[in-house]
């Protein structure tokens, strides 16, 4: 592990050497860990504004997955198992042996895969604009078509796509933060986006896995939320463990619910 540099902010950003790439990632805060992980297209960068909260009482670990921020690529499919291989190498060498996980989207995915083979890591799972679910046939030849369209009309699709992530008046009412965090997706190597469908096309349902994990299992649900379905998840967990909150507008709950989800996910922190 090398110190990159100490931020003007709270935390330090760090590199680890892995399988002959570096993985970003940032520590603040001491106490029990909590890891943050990103969605496609993300990078460590969306969690800023909430480490000061969130690092009073905790250590708040925030990772670049594979392909994406400062964290480069392995090959051109990186599976969820591979991205949480990575992350299991970055708490290993901070040895951190239990943890809270909040993961959004694409995080989330990747939390469910290092549960499955690491549940002893667990000590709670927030999936934040995310499930467990396995991609439908539809949204599988989705990301196939996504693919073959990124290799010529890359920053076309991404503004497209991402445009869709928020609820229908949230970009014009979140300008600035929208353009921001579409700058953000637009730094997305071309690898790592198609590394990040590939690997997303090819997850398998992971309900069973989320259901035993140790701890709180908490999922955020945006109702304008175009990625998932969230009266369907509500009704599958009903009579589980698993609690839910509902949220007002749409996938990107950090930007759109900010101030909501800051609570909600202090609170499940702080259990």
Request: aromatic share 10%; glycine share 6%; proline share 2%.
């Amino acid at each position: 592990m090398t110190v990159n540099l100490l931020s003007k902010f709270i935390f330090a950003t760090m590199l680890l050497n892995y399988k002959n790439i570096k993985i970003n990632y940032t520590v603040s805060g001491k106490g029990d860990a909590v890891v943050l992980l990103h969605g496609f297209l993300g990078s460590i960068k969306m969690w800023t504004d909430f480490i000061p909260t969130f690092s009073k009482n905790h250590k708040i670990i925030c990772i670049d997955l594979l392909g994406h921020g400062q964290t480069e690529c392995l090959g051109y499919v990186h599976t969820m198992e591979d991205m949480a291989d990575a992350v299991l190498a970055v708490l290993q060498d901070l040895t951190i042996k239990e943890a809270k996980f909040i993961g959004h989207s694409m995080g989330g995915y990747v939390a469910l895969a290092l549960a499955e083979n690491r549940p002893q890591l667990f000590n709670g799972l927030c999936l934040m604009n995310s499930a467990y679910e396995a991609d439908d046939d539809a949204r599988n030849k989705l990301r196939l078509r996504a693919n073959e369209m990124a290799k010529t009309h890359f920053e076309s699709l991404v503004q497209m796509s991402f445009t869709n992530l928020f609820a229908p008046e949230s970009k014009a009412k979140f300008q600035q933060q929208f353009d921001e965090a579409l700058e953000m997706a637009l730094q997305t190597p071309l690898q790592g986006y198609i590394a990040g469908q590939e690997g997303m096309r090819l997850r398998p349902n992971r309900f069973d896995v989320f259901k035993n994990i140790k701890g709180e299992k908490l999922i955020i649900i945006g109702k304008k939320d175009s990625v998932f379905d969230g009266n369907a998840l509500i009704k599958e967990i009903d009579n589980t463990a698993i609690n839910y909150a509902e949220l007002s507008e749409g996938h990107m709950s950090h930007i759109e619910n900010k101030s909501e989800l800051t609570y909600i996910l202090n609170r499940f922190i702080e259990k």
